[in-house]
């Protein structure tokens, strides 16, 4: 039966708030100001608190093995370097495959009921690391496909995004999103950080431990999400959001920029542990965290320049110095220095940080230079706005799987990781010829227009 909970106030809001069984609420509309001042506000920050912590562990669960790896010989196995960057890509390619179909999986299951199952899926990958790592004798295939399930951790980024993107009004929308966005990169940066400590704790190294770690944190996810948070009866998906995206060449380009920021930040990030244990064995593998640390702190930065000085103008210059950080890592390693590398490494990841928030920015107001001003054509491109956000956010995802796959066929091939970084160079000078291209040449097709 659908029961109606009065608010504990003399006003009534526009439009009433219906609660039914399985914390379903009705009649949600941030946009009326009155049920936002008397409820609305508290519960999407509720919401939104609960599902950064969730998307959280997803980060640090699809991140996990990036720090695992570069350890597991010393308990046993024997595997080559090449060997490592597969397994720290494969997850990468699993929760970009995974960002769509859990992007849809909110409107029809509902936000809250899928936080719940996205929480538990994570004991899977976890439960599976820490029986793992007891088995050196298991063959390469069976790592792999070990390994790839923690690309569920990769999926919760997308579900968490569109579902505290329902709970929001315009306003305040985008500091949500990149509130909740930056709770979530920061996963990466705390698995890299503690996995180091806990299975060192008490002498030796416990390996087991990486993955037993999570999973009363996982189960805390999914006891919290399902007391605190709230399924939206007006949260939906049209499938022609996606097919308007799909046909517009913004998407592929947009999406082929974001390789470069985010598919960068999550690509390096899986990789660095172990090119720092690969290049300096003496360092100690804890530091790893900061790069990922800085870049998920800096991507706030990059939202709030691109406001002021332009998206496309930042995220130029964010590939640039991205490039330029890649350039330095070559000099670090030509000269052996682990100064020059892990500082221009740092370098790096700060500008893939602020690229990931300026190609954030450029995506609605690509779409909407396009649009017009007749209202109909304004919300098909808002529509259409959406739909690249989520075809752009799995696309650029996928540069977690190709650059460590280009360290391993640089190390392969070469026993060196230089042809992979002047490889990488390359594709950011591409891709900043695009982007001045499409959105900053004078007569381009949004000249006028501040993208």
Not at 276 to 281: A, N, V, W
Request: charged fraction near 10%; glycine fraction near 12%; include cysteine.
């Amino acid at each position: 039966m659908t029961t109606t909970h009065p608010v504990a106030t003399t006003t009534t809001p526009t439009r009433a708030l219906v609660r039914r069984p399985g914390r379903w609420i009705d009649g949600w509309d941030p946009e009326d100001a009155e049920q936002w001042r008397l409820e609305g506000r508290t519960i999407a920050r509720r919401n939104l608190y609960l599902s950064i912590f969730a998307e959280f562990l997803g980060f640090a669960v699809w991140a996990i093995w990036s720090i695992v790896v570069p350890q597991l010989n010393a308990v046993g196995f024997a595997l080559s370097v090449d060997q490592m960057f597969w397994l720290v890509s494969a997850p990468a390619l699993v929760g970009a495959t995974l960002r769509i179909p859990y992007t849809l999986a909110v409107p029809r299951f509902g936000g809250r009921n899928w936080t719940i199952v996205s929480a538990v899926l994570l004991l899977l990958p976890t439960a599976a690391l820490a029986w793992a790592v007891h088995h050196p004798e298991l063959p390469f295939p069976v790592l792999i496909a070990i390994a790839m399930l923690a690309g569920v951790g990769g999926g919760n980024f997308a579900s968490s995004m569109a579902n505290i993107s329902f709970f929001f009004p315009a306003s305040e929308k985008g500091a949500a999103l990149g509130l909740n966005a930056a709770g979530g990169n920061l996963g990466t940066a705390a698995v890299q950080f503690l996995v180091p400590i806990v299975v060192t704790i008490g002498g030796g190294l416990a390996l087991d431990r990486a993955g037993l770690m999570f999973i009363p944190l996982t189960i805390l996810a999914a006891v919290l999400a399902w007391r605190g948070m709230d399924n939206l009866s007006s949260a939906a998906s049209d499938p022609k959001e996606y097919v308007a995206a799909l046909k517009s060449p913004h998407t592929w380009v947009l999406s082929f920029v974001y390789i470069g920021t985010f598919g960068s930040f999550i690509g390096y990030s899986g990789a660095f542990p172990t090119l720092l244990k690969s290049q300096f064995p003496d360092v100690a593998l804890a530091i790893a965290f900061l790069g990922a640390l800085v870049g998920s702190l800096s991507r706030p930065f990059g939202g709030w320049l691109a406001d002021r000085l332009g998206g496309a103008m930042i995220t130029c210059v964010a590939l640039a110095a991205i490039a330029l950080g890649a350039v330095g890592a070559v000099a670090g390693l030509r000269t052996h220095s682990f100064v020059l590398f892990f500082g221009s490494f740092l370098w790096l990841f700060v500008f893939t940080g602020i690229g990931n928030g300026s190609v954030y920015r450029m995506i609605p107001a690509v779409f909407a230079s396009t649009a017009g001003d007749a209202p109909d054509a304004r919300l098909a491109a808002g529509r259409a706005a959406a739909g690249c956000l989520g075809i752009a956010g799995a696309i650029g995802a996928f540069g977690g799987f190709l650059i460590p796959q280009g360290f391993a066929a640089s190390t392969r091939l070469t026993g060196t990781l230089e042809p992979a970084l002047w490889s990488f160079v390359g594709a950011y000078l591409v891709m900043i010829v695009v982007t001045w291209y499409c959105y900053l040449r004078r007569a381009s097709a949004v000249a006028g227009h501040r993208i």
